[in-house]
Protein backbone atom coordinates (compact mmCIF):
# COMPACT_ATOMS: atom_id res chain seq x y z
CA UNK A 1 0.00 0.00 0.00
CA UNK A 2 1.19 3.35 -1.15
CA UNK A 3 1.23 6.48 0.64
CA UNK A 4 2.29 10.17 -0.21
CA UNK A 5 3.66 12.82 1.69
CA UNK A 6 3.41 16.35 -0.04
CA UNK A 7 6.05 17.65 2.16
CA UNK A 8 8.76 16.65 4.93
CA UNK A 9 6.74 16.62 8.06
CA UNK A 10 8.38 15.17 11.74
CA UNK A 11 9.20 11.52 11.90
CA UNK A 12 6.89 9.99 14.08
CA UNK A 13 4.10 10.05 11.56
CA UNK A 14 6.18 8.66 8.88
CA UNK A 15 7.28 5.42 10.82
CA UNK A 16 4.26 4.87 12.28
CA UNK A 17 3.06 4.55 8.46
CA UNK A 18 5.63 2.36 7.45
CA UNK A 19 5.55 0.29 10.93
CA UNK A 20 2.12 -0.32 9.39
CA UNK A 21 2.89 -1.91 6.24
CA UNK A 22 2.70 1.45 4.30
CA UNK A 23 5.27 2.28 1.15
CA UNK A 24 5.93 5.86 1.95
CA UNK A 25 7.06 8.48 -0.34
CA UNK A 26 7.56 11.99 1.29
CA UNK A 27 8.04 14.66 -1.33
CA UNK A 28 11.61 16.19 -0.66
CA UNK A 29 11.38 19.68 -0.94
CA UNK A 30 10.20 22.19 1.71
CA UNK A 31 7.98 23.91 -0.05
CA UNK A 32 4.52 23.43 -1.63
CA UNK A 33 4.06 21.23 -4.32
CA UNK A 34 2.97 21.61 -7.22
CA UNK A 35 -0.09 19.64 -9.04
CA UNK A 36 2.29 18.30 -11.74
CA UNK A 37 4.31 16.81 -9.07
CA UNK A 38 1.45 15.35 -6.77
CA UNK A 39 0.15 13.92 -9.74
CA UNK A 40 3.36 11.97 -10.33
CA UNK A 41 4.02 11.08 -6.80
CA UNK A 42 0.18 9.45 -6.74
CA UNK A 43 0.36 7.91 -10.68
CA UNK A 44 1.19 4.52 -11.53
CA UNK A 45 3.51 2.52 -11.66
CA UNK A 46 2.82 2.30 -7.68
CA UNK A 47 0.03 4.44 -7.32
CA UNK A 48 -1.12 5.85 -4.18
CA UNK A 49 -3.91 4.56 -2.05
CA UNK A 50 -3.36 7.19 0.81
CA UNK A 51 -2.38 10.94 0.83
CA UNK A 52 -1.03 13.29 3.75
CA UNK A 53 -1.97 16.26 2.32
CA UNK A 54 -0.83 19.90 3.59
CA UNK A 55 -3.14 22.96 4.06
CA UNK A 56 -1.76 23.85 0.49
CA UNK A 57 -2.59 20.69 -1.41
CA UNK A 58 -5.72 21.08 -3.65
CA UNK A 59 -6.97 17.79 -3.67
CA UNK A 60 -10.61 18.67 -6.06
CA UNK A 61 -12.84 16.71 -8.15
CA UNK A 62 -10.22 16.84 -11.50
CA UNK A 63 -7.48 15.26 -8.88
CA UNK A 64 -9.63 12.43 -7.99
CA UNK A 65 -10.84 11.61 -11.07
CA UNK A 66 -7.59 11.50 -12.66
CA UNK A 67 -6.20 9.06 -9.08
CA UNK A 68 -9.24 6.81 -8.66
CA UNK A 69 -6.69 5.03 -6.90
CA UNK A 70 -6.58 6.73 -3.83
CA UNK A 71 -8.63 6.08 -1.35
CA UNK A 72 -8.15 8.20 1.99
CA UNK A 73 -6.80 11.52 2.64
CA UNK A 74 -5.47 12.71 6.12
CA UNK A 75 -4.97 16.84 5.98
CA UNK A 76 -2.39 17.79 8.14
CA UNK A 77 -3.87 20.79 9.50
CA UNK A 78 -7.65 21.99 11.55
CA UNK A 79 -9.21 23.32 8.66
CA UNK A 80 -9.71 21.76 5.09
CA UNK A 81 -10.97 24.44 2.55
CA UNK A 82 -8.44 23.06 0.24
CA UNK A 83 -10.37 19.47 -0.32
CA UNK A 84 -13.66 19.19 -1.78
CA UNK A 85 -14.96 16.93 0.33
CA UNK A 86 -18.73 16.56 -1.86
CA UNK A 87 -16.00 15.67 -4.53
CA UNK A 88 -14.52 13.12 -1.77
CA UNK A 89 -17.77 11.67 -0.52
CA UNK A 90 -18.98 10.91 -4.15
CA UNK A 91 -15.76 8.82 -4.73
CA UNK A 92 -16.03 7.54 -1.34
CA UNK A 93 -12.99 8.87 -0.15
CA UNK A 94 -12.48 9.20 3.32
CA UNK A 95 -11.04 12.29 4.43
CA UNK A 96 -9.60 13.50 8.11
CA UNK A 97 -7.91 16.57 9.21
CA UNK A 98 -6.14 17.21 12.81
CA UNK A 99 -8.25 19.13 15.38
CA UNK A 100 -7.26 19.24 19.31
CA UNK A 101 -3.29 19.00 19.11
CA UNK A 102 -2.54 22.45 18.13
CA UNK A 103 -5.54 23.76 20.14
CA UNK A 104 -2.81 25.17 22.54
CA UNK A 105 -0.32 26.33 20.55
CA UNK A 106 -2.35 28.02 18.00
CA UNK A 107 -3.79 30.17 20.71
CA UNK A 108 -1.01 30.79 22.04
CA UNK A 109 0.30 32.68 18.71
CA UNK A 110 -2.80 34.68 18.57
CA UNK A 111 -2.23 35.86 22.40
CA UNK A 112 1.77 36.28 21.04
CA UNK A 113 0.03 38.62 18.36
CA UNK A 114 -2.45 40.65 20.54
CA UNK A 115 0.12 41.64 23.25
CA UNK A 116 2.82 42.34 21.04
CA UNK A 117 0.02 44.54 18.47
CA UNK A 118 -1.07 46.30 21.86
CA UNK A 119 2.08 46.96 23.10
CA UNK A 120 3.56 48.31 19.80
CA UNK A 121 6.51 45.89 20.10
CA UNK A 122 6.87 45.39 16.33
CA UNK A 123 7.41 48.60 16.44
CA UNK A 124 9.94 48.97 19.02
CA UNK A 125 12.04 45.69 18.37
CA UNK A 126 12.33 47.24 14.91
CA UNK A 127 13.89 50.99 16.37
CA UNK A 128 16.11 49.05 18.63
CA UNK A 129 17.34 46.56 16.08
CA UNK A 130 18.00 49.61 13.66
CA UNK A 131 19.91 51.47 16.51
CA UNK A 132 17.45 54.12 16.18
CA UNK A 133 16.24 54.18 19.96
CA UNK A 134 17.79 56.91 21.76
CA UNK A 135 16.94 55.76 25.13
CA UNK A 136 13.28 55.62 27.14
CA UNK A 137 11.44 58.27 26.48
CA UNK A 138 8.10 59.40 28.30
CA UNK A 139 5.70 59.67 24.66
CA UNK A 140 7.16 56.42 23.85
CA UNK A 141 5.45 53.44 22.53
CA UNK A 142 2.06 54.10 24.13
CA UNK A 143 -0.42 51.63 23.43
CA UNK A 144 -2.89 49.84 24.51
CA UNK A 145 -4.41 48.08 28.04
CA UNK A 146 -5.03 44.43 27.69
CA UNK A 147 -5.95 43.66 31.28
CA UNK A 148 -9.81 44.29 32.10
CA UNK A 149 -10.49 45.16 28.62
CA UNK A 150 -13.01 43.66 26.25
CA UNK A 151 -11.94 40.17 24.07
CA UNK A 152 -14.26 39.60 21.35
CA UNK A 153 -14.00 36.12 19.79
CA UNK A 154 -15.42 35.27 16.38
CA UNK A 155 -15.85 31.46 16.11
CA UNK A 156 -15.95 29.81 19.77
CA UNK A 157 -14.79 25.93 18.33
CA UNK A 158 -11.47 24.97 19.82
CA UNK A 159 -8.70 27.61 19.20
CA UNK A 160 -11.67 30.44 20.10
CA UNK A 161 -12.70 29.15 23.33
CA UNK A 162 -9.01 28.63 24.48
CA UNK A 163 -8.47 32.09 23.73
CA UNK A 164 -11.19 33.10 25.64
CA UNK A 165 -9.99 31.22 28.68
CA UNK A 166 -6.89 32.73 28.32
CA UNK A 167 -8.58 36.09 28.21
CA UNK A 168 -9.96 35.58 31.58
CA UNK A 169 -6.45 35.25 32.85
CA UNK A 170 -6.03 38.99 32.07
CA UNK A 171 -9.83 39.37 34.00
CA UNK A 172 -11.46 39.96 30.41
CA UNK A 173 -15.25 40.75 29.53
CA UNK A 174 -16.13 38.22 26.52
CA UNK A 175 -17.80 38.48 23.87
CA UNK A 176 -18.67 35.77 20.84
CA UNK A 177 -20.03 35.05 17.88
CA UNK A 178 -20.99 31.41 17.02
CA UNK A 179 -23.49 29.08 15.72
CA UNK A 180 -24.67 28.05 18.89
CA UNK A 181 -24.68 28.80 22.76
CA UNK A 182 -21.19 27.23 23.19
CA UNK A 183 -21.43 25.80 27.47
CA UNK A 184 -17.59 26.17 27.95
CA UNK A 185 -18.01 29.90 26.97
CA UNK A 186 -21.04 29.96 29.58
CA UNK A 187 -18.95 28.58 32.05
CA UNK A 188 -16.32 31.74 31.14
CA UNK A 189 -19.41 33.91 31.95
CA UNK A 190 -18.95 35.37 27.83
CA UNK A 191 -21.87 36.68 26.45
CA UNK A 192 -23.13 35.51 22.53
CA UNK A 193 -23.82 38.67 20.55
CA UNK A 194 -24.19 39.32 16.73
CA UNK A 195 -20.99 40.43 14.65
CA UNK A 196 -22.05 44.16 15.03
CA UNK A 197 -22.02 43.81 18.39
CA UNK A 198 -18.88 42.48 19.05
CA UNK A 199 -17.22 44.84 16.70
CA UNK A 200 -18.81 47.83 18.24
CA UNK A 201 -18.12 46.58 21.82
CA UNK A 202 -14.43 45.12 21.90
CA UNK A 203 -11.08 46.23 22.48
CA UNK A 204 -9.47 43.33 20.90
CA UNK A 205 -11.48 41.06 18.22
CA UNK A 206 -9.57 37.88 17.66
CA UNK A 207 -10.96 35.15 14.26
CA UNK A 208 -11.09 31.62 14.70
CA UNK A 209 -13.76 30.43 12.02
CA UNK A 210 -12.93 28.11 9.30
CA UNK A 211 -12.54 29.57 5.33
CA UNK A 212 -16.21 28.75 3.89
CA UNK A 213 -17.83 30.96 1.07
CA UNK A 214 -19.82 32.46 4.06
CA UNK A 215 -16.73 33.76 5.65
CA UNK A 216 -14.73 34.71 2.87
CA UNK A 217 -14.26 38.45 3.50
CA UNK A 218 -16.11 38.37 6.58
CA UNK A 219 -14.18 41.23 8.11
CA UNK A 220 -14.11 43.71 5.26
CA UNK A 221 -14.64 47.65 4.91
CA UNK A 222 -17.73 48.07 6.67
CA UNK A 223 -17.17 45.50 9.53
CA UNK A 224 -13.47 48.04 10.10
CA UNK A 225 -16.03 51.18 10.59
CA UNK A 226 -17.62 49.43 13.34
CA UNK A 227 -14.56 48.86 15.20
CA UNK A 228 -13.11 50.97 17.81
CA UNK A 229 -10.65 53.60 16.76
CA UNK A 230 -8.72 51.83 19.83
CA UNK A 231 -9.11 47.97 18.88
CA UNK A 232 -6.52 45.43 17.64
CA UNK A 233 -7.98 43.33 14.66
CA UNK A 234 -6.17 38.72 15.15
CA UNK A 235 -6.57 36.78 12.65
CA UNK A 236 -5.20 32.67 13.03
CA UNK A 237 -7.39 31.42 11.03
CA UNK A 238 -7.56 31.77 7.38
CA UNK A 239 -6.29 34.97 5.75
CA UNK A 240 -9.21 35.11 3.14
CA UNK A 241 -11.60 35.71 6.13
CA UNK A 242 -10.36 39.55 6.17
CA UNK A 243 -10.49 41.59 2.85
CA UNK A 244 -6.37 42.59 3.07
CA UNK A 245 -6.76 45.85 0.94
CA UNK A 246 -9.64 47.02 3.22
CA UNK A 247 -7.07 46.47 6.67
CA UNK A 248 -4.25 48.13 4.83
CA UNK A 249 -6.42 51.46 4.17
CA UNK A 250 -7.76 51.17 8.31
CA UNK A 251 -4.38 50.66 9.27
CA UNK A 252 -3.08 53.26 7.12
CA UNK A 253 -5.98 55.74 8.22
CA UNK A 254 -6.18 54.41 11.76
CA UNK A 255 -9.74 53.07 11.56
CA UNK A 256 -8.15 50.94 13.83
CA UNK A 257 -5.43 50.75 16.44
CA UNK A 258 -3.32 47.90 14.90
CA UNK A 259 -3.53 44.21 13.88
CA UNK A 260 -1.94 41.21 14.46
CA UNK A 261 -1.29 38.54 10.91
CA UNK A 262 -0.60 34.96 11.33
CA UNK A 263 -2.15 34.08 7.80
CA UNK A 264 -2.55 35.67 4.75
CA UNK A 265 -5.00 35.61 1.73
CA UNK A 266 -2.86 34.79 -0.81
CA UNK A 267 -0.45 33.27 1.38
CA UNK A 268 2.38 33.16 0.80
CA UNK A 269 2.37 36.59 -0.81
CA UNK A 270 1.37 39.53 1.69
CA UNK A 271 -0.34 42.67 0.11
CA UNK A 272 2.40 45.16 -0.44
CA UNK A 273 0.82 48.00 1.53
CA UNK A 274 1.15 46.08 4.77
CA UNK A 275 5.12 46.37 4.60
CA UNK A 276 4.91 49.97 4.74
CA UNK A 277 2.81 49.88 8.21
CA UNK A 278 4.07 50.23 11.30
CA UNK A 279 0.99 49.25 13.48
CA UNK A 280 0.62 45.57 12.17
CA UNK A 281 2.47 42.41 13.95
CA UNK A 282 2.89 39.57 10.77
CA UNK A 283 3.96 36.18 12.08
CA UNK A 284 5.09 33.58 9.40
CA UNK A 285 2.10 31.51 9.85
CA UNK A 286 3.68 29.43 12.88
CA UNK A 287 0.36 29.12 15.09
CA UNK A 288 0.65 25.49 15.42
CA UNK A 289 5.02 25.55 15.14
CA UNK A 290 5.65 23.86 18.55
CA UNK A 291 7.55 20.73 18.67
CA UNK A 292 4.98 19.12 20.55
CA UNK A 293 2.33 20.43 18.61
CA UNK A 294 4.11 19.13 14.77
CA UNK A 295 4.60 16.07 16.36
CA UNK A 296 0.78 15.22 17.09
CA UNK A 297 -0.48 16.41 14.33
CA UNK A 298 1.71 13.85 12.00
CA UNK A 299 1.13 10.86 14.60
CA UNK A 300 -2.98 12.06 14.27
CA UNK A 301 -2.63 12.08 10.72
CA UNK A 302 -0.75 8.50 10.31
CA UNK A 303 -3.02 6.95 12.49
CA UNK A 304 -5.69 8.51 10.68
CA UNK A 305 -4.69 7.06 7.84
CA UNK A 306 -3.92 3.90 8.29
CA UNK A 307 -7.62 3.32 10.35
CA UNK A 308 -9.50 4.69 7.01
CA UNK A 309 -7.24 2.19 4.96
CA UNK A 310 -8.11 -0.38 6.68
CA UNK A 311 -11.73 0.49 6.11
CA UNK A 312 -11.84 1.55 9.85
CA UNK A 313 -13.19 5.25 10.74
CA UNK A 314 -10.52 7.58 11.89
CA UNK A 315 -10.12 9.45 15.11
CA UNK A 316 -10.89 12.88 13.53
CA UNK A 317 -12.58 11.73 10.13
CA UNK A 318 -14.51 14.58 8.63
CA UNK A 319 -15.87 12.19 5.44
Known amino acids: MKTVVTRPIPELGIELLKQAGHEVLVLPHDRPCTREELLAATASPSPAQGVLTMLTDKIDADFLQQRPSVKAIANYAVGYNNIDIAACHARGVCVSN ?27 ERMVRAGKWSGWGPMQFQGMCVLG ?7 AGRIGTRVAQMGKGFGMRVLYVHRRENEAMAQLGAQRVELPELLKEADFVSIHVPLTAETRH ?5 ELQMMKKTAVLINTARGPVVDEAALVEALKNQTIFAAGLDVYEEEPKIHAGLF ?5 VMLPHIGSATVRARNEMSQLAAENLIAMLRGQRGKTQIA
Not at 98 to 124: K, Q, Y
Not at 149 to 155: E, L, N
Not at 218 to 222: E, F, Q, T, W
Open 98 to 124: TPDVLTDATAEVAWTLLMMAARRAGEG
Open 149 to 155: QTIGIIG
Open 218 to 222: LIGVK
Open 276 to 280: ALENV
